[in-house]
C-alpha cells in the first residue's frame, strides 16, 4: 500500500465526526492499510481505544489531534513520547485559557523535534517553516478543499505536499449529517450553519483508487503519507502503570512501610481470634504482600490508606474487599478469611492492569478528601471524565431544534415515543437522529474517579476544566485503565452519613462509644430478624421495594444470605432469585457437576457472583487465572461476540476434555451468559451488606435516631414523610420545629425526633443559622419578641414559623399561651415597626385588647398549615385524620397479609413510591408502596387497573384500596382491583 489517512475524525471529536472508531479501523484493514491515525479536533478523547483496537485489526496506530481555534487550523501529530507530552501540555493550555493564533504558533513551535505538522493555512506554515525541518512540515492538500493557486504555492515555498481526506464521515453523501451535527454545536439552523471552510462532499473514508485518482497529478503527495507513518511512534500505552511514589519512597521502602503497617494493625483487627485463624490470617496476609510487592502497587495502597485517613467513616467496597491487607488499613471492614472473599479477582501474579479500590465516604465529607487530594498533589491530579454521547432520546431532541421545532412539542414527543402518532416531519428528525447517535457531545465529571500522576497531570492526558472548578482529563475510566493511568474512586454515599449521625446520637444519648470501624453487628439477634422480616425501610442497600420483598421470600438473618440478596435482585442473576429463597429455606439440589460444589455451595448451586465466572471457567474448563478473569470482563463489554466464542470454544473443550457432559456444559455455559447484565462481585456485595446490618442494628435499637439521621441526609428511596411514617410504626413521636430546640436537621432523642428547621419552606439558610448561632451564644428565646428583636426574620418568615408551630416553648410549661396569641405577637411586632399603630391610642398598642376575641386554631387548621409549609405531613399522622376509615370493619391492615392470603380485602393506604414496568405484550403495570398504621405494604396493579386508576395515583395521597392478597414465595402483594381517592379538605 503505498498510502495511508492520516488526517481522520471519529464520534470523539466533539459534533465533528461520524464514524466509530470500529468502523475506521475496518475500513482501513479491509483496504489493506498498514498505518492509520487518529486526528480528533481540540483533543485525544477516543485515544487508548484507538490503539488498542488498531492493534486488534494489525493496524500500527498513529496518535494525533486536529486543533482548530477561530483563526487557525493544524493537524499534529506525534513522532515520540516527548511529543505526545508536548501535545498533551498544549490542549490542556488551550481547555484551560484559550489560546490565540500567535501563542499557540509559538507553542507549536517548541514541539518541532517531536511532532509532524499539517496544514492549508499558509500564514502559519511560513512561521513555523523558520523552524521546523522539511521532513515533518507539511501543506494539507485535500480534494474539494485544495486550489491549482495552492499547488502553485507549496511547490514555490518549497513545502512538501502531504494527501488526507480530512475524514469525518464513513463514506460519501453523508456531508449534511456533519453540517447537522455543526448546527447542533453552534445551536444553529441548518439555514444558519455554514461549514465550506471547513469540510466538503469529499471528506469521507474513500477506497484506493478514489484517493489515488483525486491525487494521481501530484503523486508525491501520497507517498509523504507513509514517509510520515514510518516517522510515528507505534508502541503506546504499555504495560507500565503511572503512579506516584508516597511520600517520595522507593519501591523497597514502599514495601517495607506496607508490611510493617499491616504488621501492626494485626492485633486491632484479630485480637481475639484463635491461633488456628490467626495462622490463616499470616498466610493470607504473606500471599497477598507477595504480589503486591513483586507488582510494585505497595505505593499505591500507602496512597490510598493515606486518603482514607482523611475520613473516620467510609466503606471501601469492590472486589478490593477481598483484600486482607485493605482490611487491616481501614480501607475496607468486610473480613476476607471469614467470609471466603477472593482475593484473585482483585489482584494475582498475572494481572498486568492496575488494582481498583473504590471507597464510599459520607456524601457531605466527600469533596474535603478531593480537596485534600488537590490540595496535596496539587497539578498531578485530577478526576477522570464521563463521555456524553448523543442516545436515542437526546439525539432525537438535539435534531428536532435544529428543525426549528418548540421545546413544549419537543418535549411531549420524546416523551411519549414510540407509542405516539408523528408525521412525516418528525418520521425525518428521528431517521437523522438515527445517523447522529453516538456521537460525543462534551465531558463532564465521574462520580469519584481520581488519577493522581508522579509529574504535571497534563504530561499524561489532556486536562480539561469541568464547570465547577475541578480539572478533569478528556478519558474516561476504561481509557485512563489503557492509558496505565491508575484511578482511585472516592465517592459520596448518604447511607454513610446516616450510619455515622445515627451513632454520633446514640453515643450522646446512652452514653455508648461504637466505633464505625469496630461496629459489626451481624449477629445481632435484633438486626438479623429485622433483614428476615425486610421490615427495612431508610435501611441502605435493602430498603426497595423489591429488596425488601426478596428479604421476606429468603426468611434469613444470615450475613452470608443477605450477601447474596444483594446480588440475586440485579440483572445477571435476577431470574435465579426464587431458586435460591427457596434452597435457603430448604429445599434440596444438586449442583450442575461435583466438580463445581466447592464454589457454588456457598450460593446454593447458582452463580451469582463475578468471580464464580472465573472460578467455574478454571476447575472446569482449566482456563487460567488470566483467562478467567478475561473471561468475565468480556461478559460486560458491548461488542463481544468475536471474543466470547473463542472463550466459548476453549469452554466446552476443556469441559469435554475432563468428560463432562454436554448437557451440563451447555446449562454452566447458559448461566455463565446471564453475567452479559449488571452484576457485582462477592467483596463489594458483603461491604455494601455490612453497612445493610449497621444500619439494620440503628434503625432496630435507635429507631429516633436513624430515622433522624435518614430523613436530615435527604436520601434514601422515600420522602420524608414516608419515613416520619415509618418511625411512628416504631412508637417514635415526631415533634413540630421549634426555634428553641430545633437543629437545621432532624435530630433523635429516645423516644422522640425533633423537626429540623430544614423541613419548614421558605426561611432562608441565613435565618436558620442565625436562630441557631443566637440561641448558643446568647441562650434561649424568652419570648416572640425577643426572637424577633434578636434574628430579625422577614415578616414572611416569622408568620411562617409561627404556622408551623415554631414557637411552641415560647407558650410556658403548661401551654397557657394560645397558638393564635403568639400569631397576634408576630403581626402586632411588624405593624409596629412600619409605624402601622402610630395612629391608634397608646393603649390599643397592647395585644390584650385583642386577647378576648382571639380564637386558638382547631387541629386541622393546623394540619393544613403542616402541608403548606413543611410539604406533607410530619407532626401529625394521616392515620389520625383518616382514623375512621381504619376503624371500620370492613378495613383490614397491612401487617395481616398472611393470614389474609387469597382473599378479597380493603385497606386504607398511603401512597409511597411506585415503579412502572411492561408486561411480555408491551403494556404498562405498575408495582406500588402503601402504608398504613401498621406496615408498608406491596401492590400490583396490573395494565387494566393501571389504566384505570393511574390518574387517580398521579395525584398522590390517601387511598381506600381494594384487591386480592397473593403469596409468592413467602412475601404478600396485593392485586388491586379497585382504587378509591380521598379528598384532601380537613382545612
Known amino acids: 500500500m503505498n498510502h495511508c489517512q492520516l488526517h481522520v475524525h471519529s464520534v470523539y471529536s466533539p459534533m465533528r465526526g461520524l464514524s466509530s472508531l470500529e468502523s475506521l479501523c475496518e475500513k482501513a484493514f479491509k483496504l489493506g492499510h498498514d498505518h492509520l491515525a487518529l486526528t480528533d479536533t481540540n483533543g485525544l478523547y477516543g485515544i487508548p481505544h484507538f490503539v488498542n483496537l488498531a492493534r486488534e485489526y494489525g493496524l500500527i496506530p498513529i496518535i494525533g489531534c486536529e486543533l482548530v481555534l477561530e483563526d487557525l487550523r493544524l493537524v499534529i501529530l506525534c513522532r515520540n513520547l516527548d511529543g505526545f507530552k508536548q501535545l498533551t501540555r498544549l490542549l490542556t493550555k488551550y481547555h484551560q485559557?484559550?489560546?490565540?493564533?500567535?501563542?499557540?504558533?509559538?507553542?507549536?513551535?517548541?514541539?518541532?523535534?517531536?511532532?509532524?505538522?499539517?496544514?492549508?493555512?499558509?500564514?502559519?506554515?511560513?512561521?513555523?517553516?523558520?523552524?521546523?525541518?522539511?521532513?515533518?512540515?507539511?501543506?494539507?492538500?485535500?480534494?474539494?478543499?485544495?486550489?491549482?493557486r495552492d499547488i502553485l504555492w507549496f511547490k514555490e515555498q518549497q513545502i512538501k505536499p502531504l494527501a488526507t481526506s480530512r475524514v469525518h464521515m464513513p463514506k460519501k453523501g453523508e456531508d449534511f449529517y456533519y453540517r447537522l451535527l455543526r448546527a447542533i454545536d453552534e445551536n444553529s439552523t441548518l439555514e444558519e450553519i455554514d461549514t465550506s471552510g471547513e469540510h466538503s462532499s469529499y471528506c469521507y473514508f474513500p477506497t484506493n483508487s478514489e484517493f489515488k485518482k483525486w491525487f494521481e497529478l501530484i503523486p508525491e503527495a501520497l507517498e509523504s503519507t507513509l514517509t510520515v507513518a514510518r516517522l510515528c511512534r507505534s508502541d503506546w500505552f504499555g504495560n507500565k502503570l503511572i503512579f506516584p511514589s508516597f511520600k517520595g519512597m522507593t519501591l523497597e521502602e514502599a514495601s517495607l512501610a506496607l508490611r510493617q503497617k499491616c504488621l501492626d494493625q494485626l492485633d486491632w483487627r484479630y485480637g481475639e481470634v484463635?491461633?488456628?485463624?490467626?495462622?490463616?490470617?499470616?498466610?493470607?496476609?504473606?500471599?497477598?504482600?507477595?504480589?503486591?510487592?513483586?507488582?510494585?502497587?505497595?505505593?499505591?495502597?500507602?496512597?490510598?490508606?493515606?486518603?482514607?485517613?482523611?475520613?473516620?467513616?467510609?466503606?471501601?467496597?469492590?472486589?478490593?474487599?477481598?483484600?486482607?491487607?485493605?482490611?487491616?488499613?481501614?480501607?475496607?471492614?468486610?473480613?476476607?478469611?471469614?467470609?471466603?472473599?477472593?482475593?484473585?479477582?482483585?489482584?494475582?501474579?498475572?494481572?498486568?492492569?492496575?488494582?481498583?479500590?473504590?471507597?464510599?465516604?459520607?456524601?457531605d465529607e466527600r469533596d474535603d478528601i478531593l480537596d485534600y487530594v488537590f490540595e496535596k498533589y496539587a497539578g498531578r491530579a485530577a478526576m477522570v471524565a464521563n463521555h456524553n454521547f448523543l442516545r436515542d432520546r437526546s439525539a432525537i431532541r438535539e435534531v428536532a431544534k435544529v428543525y426549528g421545532i418548540k421545546e413544549d412539542e419537543i418535549s411531549y414527543i420524546t416523551n411519549r415515543l414510540p407509542r405516539v402518532e408523528i408525521d412525516s416531519t418528525w418520521r425525518q428528525i428521528i431517521t437523522h437522529a438515527l445517523k447522529i447517535e453516538g456521537c460525543l457531545r462534551h465531558l463532564s465529571v465521574h462520580c469519584g474517579g481520581v488519577v493522581v500522576t508522579p509529574g504535571p497531570i497534563e504530561d499524561y492526558a489532556p486536562v480539561e476544566w469541568a464547570a465547577k472548578g475541578v480539572p478533569v482529563i478528556q478519558w474516561e475510566k476504561d481509557q485512563t485503565e489503557i492509558a496505565g493511568l491508575v484511578k482511585i474512586d472516592l465517592l459520596g454515599n448518604r447511607s454513610l452519613a446516616v450510619v455515622r449521625d445515627a451513632l454520633n446520637m446514640a453515643n450522646r444519648n446512652y452514653q455508648k462509644n461504637y466505633d464505625y470501624r469496630l461496629f459489626n453487628p451481624v449477629d445481632d439477634p435484633k438486626t438479623k430478624e429485622m433483614m428476615k422480616l425486610g421490615?427495612?425501610?431508610?435501611?441502605?442497600?435493602?430498603?426497595?421495594?423489591?429488596?425488601?420483598?426478596?428479604?421476606?421470600?429468603?426468611?434469613?438473618?444470615?450475613?452470608?444470605?443477605?450477601?447474596?440478596?444483594?446480588?440475586?435482585?440485579?440483572?445477571?442473576?435476577?431470574?435465579?432469585?426464587?431458586?435460591?429463597?427457596?434452597?435457603?429455606?430448604?429445599?434440596?439440589?444438586?449442583?450442575?457437576?461435583?466438580?463445581?460444589?466447592?464454589?457454588?455451595?456457598?450460593?446454593?448451586?447458582?452463580?451469582?457472583?463475578?468471580?464464580?465466572?472465573?472460578?467455574?471457567?478454571?476447575?472446569?474448563?482449566?482456563?487460567?487465572?488470566?483467562?478467567?478473569?478475561?473471561?468475565?470482563?468480556?461478559?460486560?463489554?458491548?461488542?463481544?461476540?468475536?471474543?466470547?466464542?473463542?472463550?466459548?470454544?476453549?469452554?466446552?473443550?476443556?469441559?469435554?476434555?475432563?468428560?463432562?457432559?454436554?448437557?451440563?456444559?451447555?446449562?454452566?455455559?447458559?448461566?455463565?451468559?446471564?453475567?452479559?447484565?449488571?452484576?457485582?462481585?462477592?467483596?463489594?456485595?458483603?461491604?455494601?451488606?455490612?453497612?445493610?446490618?449497621?444500619?439494620?442494628?440503628?434503625?432496630?435499637?435507635?429507631?429516633?435516631?436513624?430515622?433522624?439521621?435518614?430523613?436530615?441526609?435527604?436520601?434514601?428511596?422515600?420522602?420524608?414523610?414516608?419515613?416520619?411514617?415509618?418511625?411512628?410504626?416504631?412508637?417514635?413521636?415526631?415533634?413540630?420545629?421549634?426555634?428553641?430546640?430545633?437543629?437545621?436537621?432532624?435530630?433523635?432523642?429516645?423516644?422522640?425526633?425533633?423537626?429540623?428547621?430544614?423541613?419548614?419552606?421558605?426561611?432562608?439558610?441565613k435565618t436558620i443559622e442565625k436562630i441557631i448561632f443566637e440561641r448558643r451564644e446568647n441562650g434561649l428565646f424568652l419570648d416572640v419578641a425577643d426572637f424577633l428583636k434578636r434574628v430579625e426574620p422577614t415578616f414572611e418568615e416569622a408568620r411562617t414559623l409561627a404556622k408551623a408551630r415554631a414557637y411552641t416553648s415560647l407558650r410556658g410549661e403548661n401551654k397557657e399561651t394560645a397558638l393564635v396569641e403568639l400569631m397576634w405577637e408576630v403581626y402586632f411586632h411588624f405593624a409596629e415597626k412600619k409605624g402601622f399603630l402610630q395612629h391608634l391610642p397608646e393603649s390599643d398598642h397592647q395585644l390584650e385588647k385583642v386577647k378576648p376575641k382571639m380564637r386558638e386554631y382547631d387541629s386541622l387548621q393546623l394540619v393544613d398549615w403542616e402541608f403548606e409549609h413543611m410539604g406533607g405531613f410530619v407532626s401529625f399522622s394521616s392515620w389520625q385524620l383518616y382514623r375512621h376509615i381504619l376503624e371500620r370493619d370492613d378495613v383490614v391492615r397491612g401487617i395481616d397479609f398472611p393470614v389474609l392470603k387469597d382473599k378479597h380485602v380493603r385497606l386504607f393506604g398511603d401512597f409511597i413510591t411506585s415503579k412502572a414496568t411492561r408486561t411480555k405484550k408491551g403494556d404498562t403495570m405498575l408495582f406500588v408502596s402503601f402504608s398504613d398504621d401498621s406496615a408498608v405494604y406491596e401492590t400490583v396493579f396490573f395494565p387494566e387497573a393501571y389504566y384505570a386508576f393511574r390518574d387517580l395515583l398521579f395525584l398522590g395521597g390517601a387511598f381506600l384500596v381494594e384487591g386480592q392478597v397473593q403469596e409468592d414465595f413467602g412475601s404478600f402483594v396485593l392485586q388491586v382491583t379497585n382504587l378509591q381517592r380521598f379528598a384532601q379538605n380537613w382545612a
Open 97 to 148: 485559557h484559550g489560546l490565540g493564533r500567535v501563542a499557540c504558533l509559538k507553542f507549536v513551535k517548541e514541539m518541532s523535534e517531536n511532532v509532524i505538522v499539517f496544514t492549508d493555512d499558509k500564514e502559519a506554515l511560513l512561521f513555523l517553516q523558520k523552524i521546523f525541518k522539511k521532513e515533518v512540515l507539511f501543506f494539507e492538500v485535500t480534494k474539494g478543499m485544495t486550489t491549482h
Open 274 to 363: 484463635d491461633c488456628e485463624t490467626l495462622e490463616k490470617v499470616q498466610e493470607r496476609l504473606s500471599y497477598e504482600l507477595s504480589i503486591i510487592e513483586g507488582k510494585g502497587f505497595s505505593n499505591y495502597f500507602l496512597v490510598v490508606d493515606e486518603f482514607v485517613s482523611q475520613s473516620g467513616i467510609n466503606c471501601g467496597r469492590g472486589s478490593g474487599a477481598a483484600s486482607i491487607v485493605c482490611y487491616l488499613l481501614g480501607i475496607t471492614h468486610v473480613d476476607p478469611i471469614k467470609h471466603n472473599l477472593f482475593f484473585e479477582r482483585f489482584l494475582n501474579e498475572f494481572r498486568v492492569d492496575p488494582p481498583d479500590i473504590d471507597v464510599d465516604f459520607p456524601w
Open 535 to 765: 421490615t427495612t425501610m431508610g435501611v441502605f442497600y435493602v430498603e426497595s421495594p423489591g429488596t425488601r420483598l426478596y428479604l421476606q421470600k429468603q426468611r434469613s438473618g444470615e450475613f452470608e444470605h443477605n450477601t447474596i440478596a444483594g446480588s440475586v435482585i440485579r440483572p445477571a442473576a435476577r431470574r435465579f432469585a426464587n431458586i435460591i429463597a427457596e434452597r435457603i429455606n430448604g429445599k434440596p439440589f444438586e449442583h450442575f457437576h461435583p466438580i463445581l460444589k466447592p464454589i457454588l455451595d456457598e450460593t446454593f448451586g447458582v452463580l451469582i457472583y463475578q468471580e464464580q465466572v472465573t472460578q467455574v471457567a478454571m476447575v472446569m474448563a482449566d482456563f487460567d487465572v488470566i483467562e478467567g478473569n478475561d473471561l468475565r470482563k468480556v461478559l460486560g463489554k458491548k461488542h463481544k461476540e468475536k471474543k466470547l466464542k473463542d472463550y466459548k470454544d476453549k469452554f466446552f473443550q476443556g469441559a469435554f476434555d475432563k468428560g463432562i457432559d454436554k448437557k451440563v456444559v451447555d446449562d454452566v455455559w447458559a448461566m455463565i451468559l446471564s453475567f452479559a447484565g449488571y452484576s457485582f462481585c462477592k467483596p463489594h456485595s458483603a461491604s455494601y451488606c455490612l453497612v445493610s446490618y449497621k444500619a439494620a442494628y440503628l434503625k432496630t435499637h435507635y429507631p429516633a435516631e436513624f430515622m433522624a439521621a435518614v430523613i436530615s441526609n435527604q436520601g434514601g428511596f422515600y420522602n420524608s414523610t414516608a419515613y416520619l411514617e415509618e418511625a411512628r410504626r416504631f412508637g417514635v413521636e415526631i415533634l413540630p420545629p421549634d426555634i428553641n430546640h430545633s437543629e437545621n436537621h432532624y435530630v433523635g432523642f429516645k423516644n422522640y425526633i425533633r423537626t429540623g428547621l430544614m423541613q419548614v419552606k421558605g426561611i432562608r439558610t
